[in-house]
T-cell receptor, first 113, second 114 residues
């Protein structure tokens, strides 16, 4: 079974803090994704990565950055957290060539106060 | 841009059949997929339709009509464990077409009543 894990299930941070959300997958997938999920808005793509050290902006990249130094690990960084970044953050991975089947982690519920 | 419309909530009875619709507007179309998410859980892939017609996987089927920009997910013999949110998704291209990801609908919350 593919396993995607995220470093924290719940996280509370203060406005202005730098926040790191970590994601690790164990299936040697080339592609990894970060989404945020908000009630009534569904899942929205923030950033994704096709391979190590490669990154692409999704639909809502503002206020976020990412890092992928190793194939299995993809980090989402909030440089200066704001209250409007309070959300559920979901990481996903996908093997190259599989256009539609993504494997998701359990999510990190981030609250910024 | 891409947009997908699906009902926010659907209610059905255990043992019955329910259909969840999805209409989409896309600049280029590469197929429709469906995901299921239980409360507090991770989304999981259910099905993909690249061509018109019906795809069946056990109690779940998914249909696509590209001429109508429309698809649906059909759940038969409903069980209480089918209570979840269901998302349709289309493939979106980025970086001038050199990269791709998924654009999701806002989700349909399916409530199963005994």
């Amino acid at each position: 079974d593919v396993k995607v894990t995220q470093s924290s299930r719940y996280l509370v941070k203060r406005t202005g803090e730098k926040v790191f959300l970590e994601c690790v997958q164990d299936m040697d997938h080339e592609n990894m994704f970060w989404y945020r999920q908000d009630p009534g808005l569904g899942l929205r793509l923030i950033y994704f990565s096709y391979d190590v050290k490669m990154k692409e902006k999704g639909d809502i990249p503002e206020g976020y950055s990412v890092s992928r130094e190793k194939k299995e690990r993809f980090s989402l960084i909030l440089e200066s957290a704001s209250t409007n970044q309070t959300s559920m953050y979901l990481c996903a991975s996908r093997r190259i060539g599989s256009r539609y089947e993504q494997y998701f982690g359990p999510g990190t519920r981030l609250t910024v106060t | 841009g891409q947009s997908l419309e699906q009902p926010s909530e659907v209610t059905a009875v255990e043992g019955a059949i329910v259909q969840i619709n999805c209409t989409y507007q896309t600049s280029g179309f590469y197929g429709l997929s469906w995901y299921q998410q239980h409360d507090g859980g991770a989304p999981t892939f259910l099905s993909y339709n690249g061509l018109d017609g019906l795809e069946e996987t056990g109690r779940f089927s998914s249909f696509l009509s590209r001429s109508d920009s429309y698809g649906y997910l059909l759940l038969q013999e409903l069980q209480m464990k089918d209570s979840a949110s269901y998302f349709c998704a289309v493939r979106s291209l980025y970086s001038g077409g050199g990269a791709d990801g998924l654009t999701f609908g806002k989700g349909t919350h399916l409530i199963i009543q005994p």
